[in-house]
Structures are given as structure tokens and as C-alpha cells.
């Protein structure tokens, strides 16, 4: 057979992509055949290339694909064994999805050659590898494990090798095995390996296979090494399973005792066992300790000290090289390691020289815990905390006046919107030519486009833009896209020779027949309900009758609005847009009033009677009656005491608004709502997954207001009767716009912890705590949420609110509980923050809210204890002590009347005899 027939019977078996008849013809292929064939290969790898890329993705394709094939001949043929290990990585050949190559048909491909070849490509291919799914990783242990050449020192390969599969009597155990300890990426591929019930594959074979010195030295140097827990949880099992002796452990004390600092957990936990027994200098003791002492895990800390008692037992005076160690228990997040370090520090008091680092570490303590240091060793000092006193409530300043010039900012900000309106209408009725000359300069033309493309305009922002350009250019808006007059069609004629048009117009074709012979679809789908450029184009069509659009069944156009639907908004929301509406409605008629009346007179939205009486007789002297939003939200701003004196003088003034605010000023304010919020089913009941997403709140709900006789006033004091989407735009108006109903606006703010409404922030409850009137559940919800979403941003407000007398302080411990229990919020972040409070001067107020907090708080029966538990409890009893508190929670007796001596139950105890003991 010449070079022409084997080229040809290869390329017939390749195309046929037959490797089992390619793995026993190659080998026998002589040198000159080999050459012939090899240079058959660019060819034939371009003409089976469009195969090899549908190949690659299909998952059903042929296990045996054409990848495999040209893979085994170019490795058969290749001269070199470079060149081969670059032809088996070619892009080009990655079977990808379609089935990996049998490494075994590609090893008798290449039987023929050399062994030393052979030898040489399997380095090669093995050097190649990166990472344990590198798809030269089969081929190259295949090649590796018949050829009787070492592998190469290659890290990756290792962890390769230990991520195939297993194979029985592996030659390459010997050579790769013993690496384990120093390849990178070993332990990550061993870390699933099980010590019990027995050792798994690799654990036995480790133990089995490699001398117990080895092991141990080789398992010390991989924990010095370093690396996470995963890296080392398979030297660690290893380690336990030879379960080094003593005399075995002790050339290596010193290694263990470094391990003790910094090494993960199980690392540190195994060191320590190597050297608790250990006869040991009493500096190394005092290093090892506080390292133990120093670790996060209460575990190893506890041991620690455990450890330190021990060694005291019979040289007490060594306490004094402890200090440190016990100062670092001092500070440890874990309750009984601070327990154990205390009671270890009283035990042997009496052989410390100089307490004084103790003392300065006790500042980390609690103060109960503090105490007993000082009361040891402080000579009459306590080390008890002092709170502070509670920083005077805010005072209002005046409200800020400004020129049209200043315009809303972009970030909406009440104060500048009230401001601005206030200085438009104030200048539109005095001087409107230069308000339109500074309007002009400060809302441009470029506002126009966007603006008045959009169909509704939910934020203050775009109102006050179109307000300012109705007064520039009176006219211009051509009201929203629905309420705007039909267009008017022109035929369209496409160029003749346009083959795209035509192409296009033929599909525009399709879809007017569709209307055409389908009056369903018309029906479904009007025309005049499509967009404006989708009715354009179909018609254009010369196929289209005139039933597919009649002017004349065209709905006539909507009145001019722009307001977003009502049950879409939040109430103050939709009061804030009807207020600039009605602004925007009467600059159009040409009958914006001379002055607002609902401008405040106090930075906190307050509007004095005194300055409503002068607006309204400025309104009576110009002959316009104010607008009705207008003068219900001055209503609302009004102080909530009757004022008959001035109601009189308000009558006197003669016009309709001044009546109305003759009666609001003769019988006061309506009272607040009574607001109750509904809580969701308890965590893990059946119903729960429903509201799961409503942070625990079922609903926030308040009983119909007494009516005040205006509708527009009503509307905003009722509850709504469905939920929006509560956009953030508008809320930092809300608390001014009621100023002496904080609960009312509240209420609204609670109703977006609902669903998947923006909750409230640190900037609406700073509003919440200037606003004045009465604070309740709605109150105590938001506050609530907020101690545990912001932390510390919240103490500020929480400070005015008690610096007020209106902190609902027991409502606020209530909510803090059932957000946690019902709603699955963290409510042990607002911890540090109520400690942060209670030494501002809030102990009192922070204490209440503790108090009614762990009585929703505390585990029930069946439930377990975690650690929030604890540090609510021990900071509860600090908190206690500052507030001088007595009296017994019954939640918290039952918990200290328990068996046992678990962080929680000692924490309950120690609370409840500071709350029962005598005065």
C-alpha cells in the first residue's frame, strides 16, 4: 500500500469519525506514512471545521466526534512530540459539549512511537494543565500512567490528578501522592474526603501509604503554609487520623504553639490538643493562652482559660504574666469568656502586684462585671458609667424667603419647592414681566421635549418645570400624548427601485391584511390605540381600507391631565401633585392668586394664624378667592389649639376661605388618628410565606377621621384603601405637610414597609421627630425599622423625640420584637444603637424600649437561644442599672428560673436580680 492509499484510508476512517478501527491502524504506520498523513492534516482540519464548531455545542452529537479523530492522527503523525502536544490543544479540536476523547484510544494511537516520545508528550501535556477541569488533564495522566517516566513537579497536575477519577493500583501514586503537602490547590480538591463513619479514599490511602513521620511533618508544614479552612480541612482529618504521640509532638511544640494565633479554627483546636499536655516553659504557656484568648471563637477562648486555671493551680503568683490574656478576655464578644476571665481575675486577686492594666481593661466589660473589678481593686472607685442628660429638643427656626431666580433644586427638597412657589405666585401678580424674563433663563427650551412626552408627572420637579414654562411661553404644553387631537395622515409613496422599502413595505402588507381580514383583531387592538409611528407605517400601505381607521371611531381626546392615578400614590403624595396641579391649572386660565396661603412660617412647616389672617385679607382686597388645595393644606398647618379671638377676626375678612378658617380656628384641629398596625403570622407558619416580603407588617390601618367639611382635607386624614408604589420622591414633604399630626404622617411612611415599597429612611424619621402632635404605633414602627436598618443615624432622631416627651418608647420595643419574630428582621443591630442612646441620655427611654422588647424578644418554649438573646439581655441589665430600674419581666424570670448555666440563662439571672434586688 503507497502514501496515497494510507492518506486515503486515514481520511475515510477520520471522516467517518471510526476511532476504534484509527486506534489500531495508526500505530502500525512507518515513518514515511506518518509523514504523508501528518501533512494531510491543515487540510483536513479546514474542511471538517464547520463539523467540528456544530459539534462543539451539540450535547447529542456522537461520542466519537470528529475533535476525537483528528486529535489521535495528529498525535500519531506529528513529528514532534511539541508539535503534537500543540496539535492536541488547538482551539479548533476542543470537543466542547459533544463528548470528551477517550485518553485510552489515544495512547494505542500513539503506541508506535518511541517510548522516550511518548515520555516527552505526556510531560508536555501535563505542564499544560492549569486546573483540574483542563481538558489536557485526561490525556495527560493517560500518557503519564503508561510510560515509566516520572511526572514532572508541576503543581496543578497534583490537584488534577486528585480531582479524576480513581483508578486501582495507580502507577503514579509513588511520584504524586506524597506532593499533597505542598501543591497548591491539594487540600481544596480533597476537602469533601470523610474521616467517619471510616476514611474515605484518600484518607485511608495517605494514612496507608505514606510513613507516619512524613505525615505529621508534612501536615505541620502545610497548616504553617496557611490558607482557609476548606485549604486545610483535609490535613487537619489527616492529622487526626495518625493521631500523632506525644513523643512524636514533642520536636514540633513550637510550630503548634504559632498555629494557636492566627490558624483557622480546626487548625488551632488540633494544635491545642497537641500541646495542652505538653511540658511546657512558662513564658510558651503564657503566649499560647493569649493567643487562645485573643481568637474570635468563644470555643478556643473558653479553653484558654480553662487552660490558664490549670496552670495556675500550682504556681498562683505566675497570674501576673497573664494580664494580657485576661484583658483580651475582657473584651471578647463572647459572655462567658468575659465571665470566666472575671471570675478568674477575683480567684487569684491576691497574687496580683499591679491591677491597673486589669482596671483599664475592664472598660471593655459590663458595667456589672466592671464593677466587681473595682470594688476588688479600685480602692472606692465603682467604674460605674454616668449617662448624660438629654440634649434640649430643636427649635424651628424661621422660614426661609427667596427669589424665582433660585428655582427647585433636582434633588427635591420641600423647603426649596415651598419657597419657590411662594416667590412665583408672589411675583406673578407684582412684577410679570421680570418673572418671565428669570424663569426663561432658568427653565430653557431643551426641558420642553421630555417634559411634555411623558403621560403623567409624578415627581414636584416636573410640575414646577411646566409651571415655570406656562409662564414663559403660556400655550406650549399640548397636554399629555392621550388628550392631544388625531394627526393628520399623508399618503406615502416608497421610490421605485427602493428594495429594502419594498421588502419592508411587503411586511407592513402582512400586517394590514391581518387587521383586514380579521375584525377580532380590531376589535382587540384598535388602530388608534397603537403608537403613533406604528399606525404611520401601516398606513402607508395602498392595501389598507378606510375600516381599518376611522377618524371618526377615534376616542375623543382626553381632558388635559396629568396627575398619576390615585390609587397609585401614597396619600400625601397625591395631595402634594393636586396642590401643584391646581398651581399649574390656574396659571393657564390666567387666575393664580395674588399670594399662597399654605406657605409655612417655621422651618418645620408650622404656619402662624396671624400671617394666614394677613394672606387672606390680601386675597380679599385683589377680589380672587384662594385655590382649594391651597388653602386646605394652609389648614393643615394651622396650630391644633382653638383660637377664637382670631376666629372672629377671619370671619370679619368676608370671603369663602376666610370662613372656612374661622371654623378650623374656632374648634381646633381634629384629633389623630388612632393608628393600628396588624402584624403577619409567626415565622414558618403555614400562612407566613405570603407576607414574607412585608417585613412582618400584615397592615397599617386608622378608623375615618371626624370630617372637617372639606374634602380635600378628609381625604388626606382617611386611610387609603389600597397600596401603591410609594416612590421616595415626595416623602420629605409629608411630615410638614401635617406638622402638628406626626402619627398621620408616620402612618403613611409605615405603609411602605409593605410589599416591595422603598422603605423609609433616617431623613423621614428626622421629619417625623421636628413634626409636633402624638406619637403611637405608626411612630414606633418606623423608629423601629430604622434602629436596625441605620444604626446609629437613627439615635439622633430618637434623641429629639425623647428630648420632646413624644418617644413611644414601649410601642417602639414592641415593634422592635415583632419585626424580629414576625418579619425576621435582625433587631439585634439596633442594639450598639440603643446603648449609644441610653448614654446620651436616654437610659430612661432606652430602657423602657429593652424592657418591652425582650418580653417579644426572648425565645419561647422550643425555641432555641442564640447569642442576640444574650446581648440584649446583658445590655439590658447595664442600661437597668443606669436607669435605676426595679421591677421583674416576667419573660426574663422565667428564663433565670431555668436548670442549667447556658450564656442566656446566666444573663437572665444576672438581670433579674439587679430589677428585684433592694433600693
Known sequence: MNADDVRAEIRRLVLACDAERLAARLPDLTGAERAAVAAELPGLLAELRPRLLAARWDAFDQLTGPAEALMMVGAATVPGPAGAATWLMKRDLDPGTSGVPSPHRLVRAVSGRPAAWRAELAARLARRVRRPDDRAVPLALALLRDGPVPPPDHEPLVAAWLSAAVVADDPLTPHLLPRIFEAAGAGRALADEKLTPEPSHWLALAGRALPREQVIAGCVRRFLLGGDTRDLRFFVRLHTLVAPTPAESAGRLRDYLRLLATAPGPVAELAWRQVRGARLDPADVAEAVESMTFRPEAGLAVKGLTWLDRALGPHPERVNDHVTALSNAYGH????????????????????????????????????????????????????????????????????????????????????????????????????????????????????????????????????????????????????????????????????????????????????????????????????????????????????????????????????????????????????????????????????????????????????????????????????????????????????????????????????????????????????????????????????????????????????????????????????????????????FWPRMTPHHRELAAAHLALCLLDYAVPPGVDDLRGLALAGGESGPATALVLAFLLTAEGDDAVPPLLELAAKGALPAAETGRALGMLSRRGGVRADLALPSLELAARQGAHAEAWTILRHFLAVFLPRGGERARRAHTDAVVLATDVAMWAGARGAIPEVAAHADRRGSTSLTRACRGLHQALTREP
Not at 418673572?435 to 427653565?443: D, K, S
Not at 378606510?546 to 392615578?565: K, Q, V
Not at 409567626?682 to 407588617?697: K, N
Not at 370630617?707 to 410609594?726: K, Q, Y
Request: aromatic share 6%; net charge negative.
Open 333 to 732: 464578644a463572647s459572655h462567658e469568656v468575659r465571665d470566666r476571665a472575671v471570675a478568674l481575675t477575683l480567684k487569684y486577686a491576691g497574687h496580683l502586684t499591679d491591677p491597673a492594666a486589669l482596671l483599664e481593661g475592664a472598660e471593655l466589660l459590663p458595667p456589672a462585671s466592671a464593677r466587681r473589678l473595682h470594688e476588688r481593686f479600685g480602692a472606692g472607685r465603682t467604674g460605674d458609667f454616668t449617662p448624660g442628660l438629654l440634649p434640649e429638643a430643636t427649635v424651628p427656626g424661621p422660614f426661609p424667603v427667596c427669589g424665582p431666580e433660585a428655582g427647585p433644586p433636582a434633588e427635591v427638597d420641600w423647603v426649596a419647592v415651598e419657597a419657590w412657589l411662594a416667590a412665583v405666585v408672589r411675583e406673578a401678580h407684582a412684577n410679570p414681566g421680570s418673572l418671565r424674563e428669570t424663569l426663561a433663563r432658568r427653565f430653557g427650551e431643551e426641558l420642553r421635549p421630555v417634559l411634555y412626552d411623558m403621560p403623567v408627572w409624578e415627581s414636584p420637579r416636573d410640575w414646577c418645570t411646566a409651571l415655570a414654562r406656562e409662564l414663559v411661553n403660556p400655550g406650549e404644553d399640548p397636554g399629555p400624548p392621550g388628550s392631544r387631537p388625531p394627526r393628520e395622515w399623508t399618503p406615502y409613496r416608497s421610490t421605485p427601485g427602493d428594495v429594502g422599502q419594498a421588502l419592508y413595505d411587503g411586511m407592513v402588507n402582512l400586517a394590514a391584511t391581518a387587521f383586514r381580514l380579521l375584525p377580532g383583531l380590531r376589535t382587540m387592538l384598535p388602530l388608534h390605540d397603537l403608537p403613533d409611528d406604528v399606525q404611520e407605517t401601516l398606513l402607508r400601505t395602498d392595501d389598507v381600507e378606510t375600516d381599518l381607521y376611522d377618524p371618526g371611531a377615534r376616542p375623543a381626546p382626553a381632558e388635559w391631565d396629568r396627575l398619576p392615578r390615585p390609587e397609585v400614590c401614597a396619600g400625601p403624595h397625591a395631595f402634594l401633585l393636586s396642590r401643584l396641579d391646581e398651581l399649574l391649572r390656574a396659571a393657564k386660565a390666567g387666575a393664580l392668586p395674588p399670594v399662597l396661603l399654605a406657605t409655612p412660617t417655621r422651618a418645620d412647616g408650622h404656619l402662624d394664624p396671624e400671617a394666614l389672617l394677613t394672606r387672606l385679607a390680601g386675597c380679599a382686597r385683589s377680589g380672587r378667592e384662594p385655590l382649594p388645595f391651597d388653602l386646605a393644606q394652609a389648614l393643615l398647618r394651622l396650630p391644633p389649639e382653638p383660637a377664637p379671638e382670631l376666629a372672629g377676626r377671619a370671619q370679619g375678612i368676608g370671603s369663602q376661605a376666610a370662613a372656612a378658617v374661622a371654623r378650623r380656628l374656632g374648634r381646633g384641629a381634629p384629633p389623630p388618628p388612632r393608628v393600628e398596625v396588624t402584624w403577619s403570622p409567626e415565622l414558618g407558619s403555614a400562612s407566613h410565606e405570603q407576607v414574607l416580603d412585608r417585613r412582618g407588617v400584615a397592615a397599617v390601618s386608622w378608623p375615618p377621621a371626624q370630617p372637617t367639611g372639606l374634602a380635600r382635607v378628609d381625604a388626606l386624614l382617611a386611610a387609603p384603601s389600597g397600596r401603591g408604589h410609594f416612590r421616595r420622591g415626595s416623602r420629605d
